[in-house]
């Protein structure tokens, strides 16, 4: 990816067909692609061998 890495608020307003318009706008800059990911998805839960929660 390149940089700059954002995070933005969208909605997505539903047509027929299987069609879709979406708008919103972005919110912040983030450091770097780890951050954005982060900031989207939640803290990462750490990958333990042997571990299931």
């Not at 919103?24 to 900031?39: F, M, N, Q």
Request: proline share 11%; net charge positive; no cysteine.
């Amino acid at each position: 990816m390149v940089e700059p890495f954002r995070r933005g608020d969208a909605r997505v307003v539903r047509l027929p067909f299987n069609k879709g318009i979406s708008y919103g706008r972005w919110a912040e800059k983030l450091p770097s692609e780890d951050h954005a990911l982060v900031a989207v998805l939640g803290t990462p839960t750490p990958y333990i061998p042997g571990r299931d929660d």
